[in-house]
């Protein structure tokens, strides 16, 4: 029989366990609101440095090699391809910024994530050469953002409101925003699981993964030295493991927290399911689950370069498995009893249309990944940027790393690195610490020397950026012409993998030969087949070169 002194569960009515599984509680979504928020502020800030060269019609990729290339459709969303001024772009990124401080305190929350979403999505579009799986995870998240209760608690405007924080929420945004991350963690660990090459397996060979990517930072090479490469060997297998199997395994541990807090009240819950709930430790395992996924980022963050923002951003996706009691266990509010769901007029309605949007979203993005056509995916449309849905980065291990230098002569006759903007060229590989794959110019310029394929006026544009950079940052002027850069070529260097941290002798390719004075530098690119073959490198091969 059921105790009289029994307590409901938060959320709890028909739909009994699911509840847990597929709600989330205001506290945790103050949680993620907070915490991606503010790290969508820091990406939003980083943007202004990148204003000039990748977005304004000084940089890159001016509007008018853009706006050719785009539908109607493309045009009318993207409002970044309606002016190319920096005035007009600073005007756009500060209103961004600001949509990003309404969003982390809480004020005006269906703003600030609709306007976030859209802008973002817009800025996303003026330039797809800069998209990583960075931007792929704020565009989703933001997307969800829209249909949540963000302002329930812990906000500006929740003085408002008389809901209760600890009320679990079942919507239509709590089930996507959980399947999304189970979908993720899943599609990254099966592509791993899946790699033809079995990197990420006990078999890899010549060398297992984790070997090949955590080498990189000083936090990699400690890591190395504390493990060795057995170690490492024995670790790879478990990261696909890890991504595949913990989020299904969460969302068991919900169902089995919710069934466990009710047993006082229904002496009918099956002992399977309370021996299942003693065998995990209720709460405790619960967040040990979270904690360890958002540990393996860190690690990634720790080990792998360029990866930090990218690592905090995938945990606070973790926050909306946060159960009801989180306020009450981090000491932020005290423990209610009893918590019901807040009735809001309306409610269904608003329910009925989130979900009908949210279904279009996914079903787009069903479509987009396994229907559409090779014409619906190009660079043409928005359909790539607005419903791209795929995570498996990361596939296999990394057989060579590469770096990028581009020597040039000034007109006084010196020899100076321009993509590091250094006096001095050096082929070694480049980092602190640690050897570093990653080029000299971090952040969004990593998709610059990817952008090689480019020829005529877009190629001439974007080679041609370096040189007036160069001129602009060194103030060459007709009272100080030796500073001008006349000419430069761009190399990306390579090496091979090898164990015990250890990386084969430097190879070369040249990208592109670039002549600050000319406008007709493909013409004398047009063969470059015996550049693409790897050579000696060496300060006096550079100066002959140039």
């Known amino acids: 029989m059921a105790s009289a002194k029994s307590h409901s569960a938060p959320g709890a009515g028909a739909h009994g366990g699911l509840v847990s599984v597929l709600g989330s509680n205001l506290e945790a979504i103050a949680i993620f609101r907070m915490t991606f928020g503010a790290l969508l502020l820091v990406e939003l800030v980083s943007r202004y440095q990148y204003l000039l060269p990748f977005y304004s019609d000084a940089g890159t990729l001016p509007l008018h090699l853009l706006r050719p290339k785009i539908d109607t459709l493309y045009s009318a969303v993207c409002v970044h391809c309606y002016g190319g001024s920096m005035l007009y772009l600073r005007v756009l990124l500060t209103v961004q910024v600001g949509l990003a401080m309404m969003f982390i305190v809480g004020y005006k929350t269906r703003l600030a994530s609709i306007g976030s979403w859209f802008l973002y999505l817009s800025l996303s579009l003026r330039n797809t050469w800069l998209n990583f799986i960075l931007d792929r995870y704020f565009h989703h998240l933001l997307f969800y953002s829209m249909f949540l209760p963000l302002d329930g608690t812990w906000a500006v405007d929740s003085r408002r409101r008389s809901s209760s924080s600890k009320a679990t929420l079942v919507t239509p945004a709590t089930i996507a925003l959980k399947l999304l991350v189970v979908w993720i963690y899943w599609d990254a660990g099966y592509g791993k699981f899946s790699d033809p090459l079995q990197g990420w397996t006990l ?32 670790m790879t297998p478990t990261v696909p493991f890890a991504e595949m199997c913990e989020c299904p395994q969460l969302c068991v541990l919900s169902c089995t927290l919710f069934c466990t807090d009710t047993h006082n009240r229904n002496d009918s819950v099956s002992p399977a399911i ?36 990218l690592s905090l951003v995938a945990c606070t996706a973790w926050a909306f498995f946060l159960p009801a009691s989180v306020g009450a266990d981090l000491g932020l509010t005290q423990i209610s009893p009893t918590s019901k769901s807040p009735e809001k007029k309306h409610s269904t309605r608003r329910h009925k249309f989130s979900g009908g949007v949210i279904c279009l979203f996914v079903l787009g993005s069903l479509w987009f990944e396994t229907l ?114 006349l000419r430069f070529n761009f190399f990306m260097l390579q090496a091979d993998v090898k164990p015990n941290m250890g990386f084969s002798a430097t190879r070369k390719r040249l990208i592109h030969s670039h002549d600050c004075l000319s406008r007709s530098n493909f013409d004398i690119n047009a063969n470059s087949e015996a550049a693409q073959l790897p050579f000696k490198v060496d300060a006096k091969s550079t100066k002959d070169e140039l």
């Not at 065998?279 to 792998?304: E, R, S, W």
């Not at 610059?448 to 080679?463: H, R, S, T």
Request: charged letters at 20%.
């Open 274 to 309: 309370a021996l299942i709930a003693s065998y995990f430790g209720q709460n405790g395992v619960l967040y040990g689950t979270i904690a360890m996924m958002c540990f393996m980022h860190v690690g990634i963050a720790v080990t792998m370069r360029n990866t930090v923002l």
């Open 203 to 234: 078999n890899a060979k010549p060398l297992p993964a984790l070997d090949t990517y955590v080498r990189h930072t000083v936090g990699a090479r400690y890591m190395y030295s504390l493990l060795g490469p057995e170690g490492l060997k024995l």
């Open 372 to 485: 559409s056509s090779h014409c619906n995916q190009s660079m043409k449309h928005i359909w790539s940027t607005l419903l791209h849905n795929r995570w498996n980065v990361f596939i296999g291990a990394e057989e060579y790393v590469t770096w990028e230098i581009a020597p040039g002569r000034l007109a006084d006759g010196s020899i100076v690195d321009i993509w590091s903007k250094t006096d001095d060229v050096s082929w070694e590989m480049p980092g602190t610490g640690a050897p570093c794959t990653s080029t000299a110019r971090a952040g969004r310029w990593r998709s610059y020397p990817y952008l090689a394929e480019l020829k005529g006026e877009d190629g001439e544009v974007l080679w041609n950026y370096l040189c007036e950079q160069w001129d602009e940052e060194n103030g060459v002027n007709p009272d100080n012409p030796d500073k001008k850069l």
